[in-house]
Nanobody, 110 residues
Framework: QVQLVESGGGLVQPGGSLRLSCVVS????????MAWYRQAPGKQRELVAN???RAVIADSVKGRFTISKDKNTVYLQMNNLKPEDTAVYYC????????WGQGTQVTVSS
């Protein structure tokens, strides 16, 4: 059974950094298409960054966030965090179907 498990969320002050990790377990196939989404209270879930053959970063976080992948793990490095980055961050993978992680809370507040 394929599972995506996120970690690395937490409370950080504005201007701070966090690194989210998402480990894919239970898969025997090559992992290619992965992404990070986020959902803030009262808002729709939005794509933050996607990585397949190349990385695509949303305009709202470009220059501050980077996505990378290593075997069965995808990372989201978040720098210069702002209060508007506060959200639950979800890991996503596509291989024949969509898979989602359970989400990790990121709170940016002083």
């Amino acid at each position: 059974q394929v599972q995506l498990v996120e970690s690395g969320g937490g409370l950080v002050q504005p201007g701070g950094s966090l690194r989210l990790s998402c480990v894919v377990s239970g898969s025997t196939f090559t992992i290619n298409d992965m992404a990070w989404y986020r959902q803030a209270p009262g808002k729709q879930r939005e794509l933050v960054a996607n990585i397949n053959s190349r990385a695509v970063i949303a305009d709202s976080v470009k220059g501050r966030f980077t996505i990378s992948k290593d075997k069965n793990t995808v990372y989201l490095q978040m720098n210069n965090l702002k209060p508007e980055d506060t959200a639950v961050y979800y890991c996503w993978m596509y291989k024949y179907r969509e898979y989602w992680g359970q989400g990790t809370q990121v709170t940016v507040s002083s």
